[in-house]
Structures are given as C-alpha cells and as structure tokens.
C-alpha cells in the first residue's frame, strides 16, 4: 500500500483510510489512484444503475470549478446544472469534459433532474 500511495502521490494514511472503507476519495483521488493501478476509475467505484452528473464528475475527477472552466461557464451555474436545477446547452462539450457520450450524459442529466425533484427513491424526511 505504501508503494500504490507514492505511484498515485498520496499520502499513505489517506489511501489506507480509502482501502478500508473509512473515506471515500474526492474526485482527484479517485483518478490518481486509477492511474496508479492502471484501471478506469469505475473498477475502484463502479457507476450507479443510474448514474447522475455528480457521479460521472466525480469519476472524471473533476471539482466543480474545473468542469465550470471545461465548459466555459460559472462554477455557480455549473453547480446548479450537476444538481439537476439547469439546462446543459452544449452536450458535446460537457460530454467532452466528463470523458462520456452525448447519450450518457442526457441519460445522467435526466437522473440529476429526478433526484432534485425526490423522484429516485430517497427522501428527505430521514426515510420516514
């Protein structure tokens, strides 16, 4: 393990904390130690059934900010299309910048809009 954290340029605390399932890696993480495994990112955390645009940020390895600078909008308005509450007006680009297809990317917009709206199965009363 302490080899894996110097190949992916981690410290070796965090990717022992990440092997045994106390921390998830943020996005940057996540990437590096695909790399350094030689692995796509979804071999270390498959993709949901229905993967939202969070998700597939989150395997890109991309803070909001970046995938903002990637389409050329405010890290705000990004925000708030990843959260469901915006319209992506360039597919291409977007599909472009999280590294997936037009079709996989309305597919994950649509998911980010229903989990907005609570239409995913989860609740915001505590599961009551």
Known sequence: MIALAAR???EYGQVKRYSLGLATPPPHALVQLARALG???TELAPLSTDPDLSEYRWHAGLQ???LAQRVDL???Y????VRGAGRISDPQR???ALGITT??????????RRRLRGEDGTTDDGGQ
């Open 64 to 66: 909001i900010d970046e």
């Open 8 to 10: 992916a340029d981690l």
């Open 103 to 112: 079709e996989q990317l309305h597919a994950a917009a649509a998911s980010s």
């Open 78 to 81: 990004v925000g708030e299309i």
């Open 74 to 76: 405010s890290a705000a």
């Open 94 to 96: 977007w599909a472009d």
């Open 39 to 41: 692995v796509p990112t």
